[in-house]
């Protein structure tokens, strides 16, 4: 009788342990947003540095379904033509993460600066650089190549841990 017993509590355990817990990015399809993700280069940015025109105005047309998108898009190292203080070209990710501090496309506020300072401080502090764009400089593009992109997976980790938490719990 104990070997039934312990049988069944064996069974119920790894089925519970294989059951793998679902959530908005477990089987995202981000196909029906292709062709706007990949336009992410040609965003239109006004004067201020406000993003605005056709392509902005299609993301917030598709509400938040498109956020878990656009976190996927924070591993996309592709340059932009969209320059920086003629210092180094935007890429997709950068734009991506400049659109989830949006609250018209998320719908949920995005503290960006906060997710990146709690992600990256010794980073921050070792330099004495504070503006938004000068730490992304910092993170994405002061670094050898591997160690950029291995901070834009850090951020990837951390904004979707967050999203989870904070947007879809």
């Excluded at 656009?70 to 993460?97: F, G, P, V």
């Amino acid at each position: 009788m104990r070997k039934v017993i312990l049988f069944f509590v064996i069974i119920i355990c790894v089925t519970a342990c294989g059951t793998k817990r679902k959530n908005v990015f477990t089987n995202l399809d981000c196909s029906k947003y292709s062709y706007i993700l990949d336009s992410l280069g040609y965003i239109q940015e006004s004067e201020e540095g406000i993003y605005e025109g056709k392509l902005f105005d299609k993301i917030v047309s598709y509400n938040k379904d498109i956020i878990p998108c656009l976190i996927e898009k924070l591993k996309d190292t592709i340059q932009t033509n969209i320059r920086y203080a003629d210092s180094y070209n935007y890429t997709h990710s950068d734009i991506a993460l400049f659109l989830l501090g949006y609250e018209s496309i998320t719908k949920c506020p995005i503290y960006i600066g906060d997710i990146l300072y709690k992600e990256f401080k010794k980073d921050f502090l070792k330099s004495n650089l504070f503006p938004f764009e000068q730490k992304i400089m910092i993170v994405f593009f002061s670094n050898d190549k591997k160690t950029n992109y291995n901070n834009r997976l850090r951020l990837y980790k951390r904004m979707k841990k967050w999203y989870l938490r904070n947007c879809k719990g």
